[in-house]
């Protein structure tokens, strides 16, 4: 298949073409055009559906930083009327199995949140905005001719696959539950994470610090996620109740519960040379991680402010797509990304041990963080984007 189609655009001009326009491709269109490029933005295509999104993105300071830098961040301030889109995260509470609780505070770390949690179409909607203000910025139905293409198409590319980017996916036996629950009980903005029985179960909240509404995220083994999915919502979200042991009280479900396949992937090489000009991978298109961490679009943010930071510093006799340029690129966020994919599957091994041992040290080990001072305040600073 080949890599661009004919198009009345492809005589008009373009630094860099960017595949994909989902929240990273269109976060890197903004930063690029800030560099005063011409960049096209070519939109991947959708699967046909009427689903509601029911994902919410856990966003660090880093993520929150890029995001404002842009104009791009969703208001916290909202009419009366309207729900907020945003939620500041003031405290972590990560549950073991049996007995180990590790416990992150925002007032501990000398900061207003330690993270955000933001609704989907909230955040792609601002970025548009911002997008649709910015001259140097060209949305197009098909690819262009480029010095440079980027492809943040997500874990799925086509375009990966055309150019024969090899991409190493080792499949979890999980699935993750997706779904939005109305609690009895305030989330009082805290985060709460459960591990238990191999499963991890995750409630993040939403609709302002004093909101009744959670975005649950659950890895269960794929078979139970099929299961659950057929059943009625009330024996979902009764079983998410026990899960949680009643932390927030009574739940009910707010729309249908969703759920996606989890792994661990990678591309081999981020950066290729083609015939048509010079290639990168940026976010789930280059990896992919479980969602244990909360950390799967701060990476990809972390991928593209990375790729504009060295296309902001390159000499200014080297082009765009010289491949001394963009392995600059490869090279930082390939370790970053490996460290990262590393330490969440290594999580997810441990707590999917049922032997009495295991679960005896992780909780041990968990309880162990929380009273060591320094110790939980580096996780929390690296969980934060901060690099100290």
Known sequence: MALLSPSPAASRR?????????????????????????????????????????????????????????RAWPETEEASDTVPSVTPVTRMEVHGDDGGDLNFSAQDQGVAALNWIVDVPALEKRLADAVGFQGGIERLNEPVPAALTVVCEGKR??????????????PYPHKAIAARLTTEKPHGGVARQWFERGEILALLPLAGE??????????????QSEDWLRAAPEALAQ???????????????????????????????????????????????????????????????????????????????????????????????????????????GLFGLFGQTDSRVQAVRNWGMSGVDRLGPLKHWLARKAMGQVA
């Open 14 to 70: 373009f630094d860099v073409c960017i595949r994909g326009a989902g929240v990273v491709g269109q976060t890197l269109a903004l930063l690029l055009a800030r560099e005063r490029l011409k960049v096209a933005l070519v939109a991947a295509p959708r699967p046909a559906t009427t689903a509601p999104d029911v994902r919410a993105y856990a966003l660090n300071a880093a993520a929150r930083e890029l995001l404002v830098s842009l």
């Open 157 to 170: 590319s086509a375009t990966r696959d055309e150019l024969g980017l090899e991409f190493d996916v080792r």
């Open 210 to 223: 004093s909101g009744n509404s959670v975005a649950l995220v659950w890895s269960v083994p794929a078979q």
């Open 239 to 345: 079983a998410v109740q026990e899960r949680c042991g009643q932390a927030l009280g009574g739940m009910q479900l707010d729309g249908p519960a969703q759920a996606w396949p989890l792994e661990l992937s990678r591309a081999r090489r981020w950066i290729a040379r083609t015939g048509q000009g010079s290639v990168a991978l940026a976010g789930d298109a280059a990896h992919a991680m479980h969602p244990l961490a909360g950390q799967g679009l701060n990476v990809g943010l972390a991928d593209v402010a990375e790729l504009a930071r060295v296309i902001h510093g390159r000499e200014f006799w080297r082009e765009l797509g010289d491949l001394r340029l963009l392995r600059r690129y490869e090279r930082a966020r390939q370790a970053e990304v490996t460290a990262m994919g590393w330490l969440t599957d």
